[in-house]
């Protein structure tokens, strides 16, 4: 390609103030952005290793943000200290890497990301458009209180430079109306679409990941030791005549990610598993349960170890942090998924539901204003409000497995109703919805 080429090429910042790691859909817009032959700058915090995908495509470049580290400093004055560096650093950073096209900004957060991203825009007469998450206002509402005078200057910072922008995408309807409503601002929805590499997979798939499991987790490998078979068996499969069949007496497996924050109540599936327990002692027709919970976050080793204080001896939990490539093979190999958020300000969607039904797995998700967007009770999977109807759900789908003819076919009718959902991926999804923003 001749250096006249490139430069025809249109340039994309987009700009997540968080870990590019662990924001999927950002990294999902870098990548049909580039498909789209733009040249596009990832601006943000590199804790955990972004898409293979990303970091191979010649179009991609990543611009790395380094935080700030302070501990010593009152909660406050830790949150302005915080916001001065990422403001001179964020905008510094915009700067040197030079002009571009358009500026694709991700909220929350929005202090300072909107301000900073909107004045260069500005300056260097960039088209400005946010990608509406969430509200940052509320999430800051969590921990501050819906009364605290820095929430209105938060609120009111947010509505202001979200007003300015050129355009506007959102994650539901129910945010679109909302920011309709509420700021006057006109959003664009863009479902978040499970890519490809969300998807079913074969009994021979599950066999090899289960193995790779045993390796690390004892409760994956099969019960027999020592003997030929039992290492070409796992706790869940077994090779028989050179052909891969699931085991009868193998274990129930529940899958789950999480942030491990204020926002997703972790306690409601341990108080969940707590009831499967005790329920498995007083009947025969419950199976063994592994729980295999993925995520990082702050209250994550708090759980851990109530989880050992508990004692379980017929469920076990596993909290691995797994490689973004295996990720979908773990969601894909579970037998139900369960989700935890719920949205600080009831108007986005968990990206780990679109995940799990991407690979064809029923899943259980707390209940809150917009959910119903995505979990259709009986047809995909089931909402809950309580520990008490979550421990239900789990006990009434995993009675008498796998040889709940009844269940199965509930299960398997959830399958076939999620191959509808497959059918549109977030690059179709993208191509027809998102990418005239861009033109």
Known sequence: MTKQEQTKKKTVK???????GRSPRMQ???????????MVNI??????????EIQENTNITITQLHPLKIDRLPKILKYFAKALWQTISLFLTLLITGKCDYLLCQNPPAIPTLPVCRFYCLVTRTKFII?????????????LGNQHPLLKVATYIEKYFGQSSDSNIC???AMKTDLLENWNIVAMVLYDKPPKIFRPITLEEKHKWFLKLGQEYEVFNAKEKCSETSRQSTAFTEEVNNSIRLKLDRPALLFSSTSWTEDEDFSILMDALQVYETTYNLT???????????GKGPMKEHYQNEIKARNWQHVKVITPWLEAADYPTMVASADLGVCLHTSSSGLDLPMKVVDMFGAGLPVFACDFKCIDELVQNGENGYTFKTSDELSKLIVLWFDDFP???SQNKLA???RQNLNKFQESRWEDNWNLRAKKLFE
Request: hydrophobic share 45%.
């Open 284 to 294: 025969n027709k419950l199976p063994k349960l592994i729980c295999v919970i993925t």
């Open 43 to 52: 601006i943000g915090y590199v804790e955990t290793a972004p898409l293979t």
């Open 14 to 20: 987009v700009v997540v103030l968080g870990d590019i």
């Open 171 to 173: 994650v539901t309807y």
């Open 131 to 143: 990608d509406w998450h969430n509200y940052a206002h509320t999430i800051m509402a969590l921990s």
């Open 403 to 405: 040889r709940n003819v």
């Open 28 to 38: 999902y817009h870098a990548l049909s952005l580039a498909s789209c032959g733009c």
């Open 412 to 414: 398997e009718r959830m």
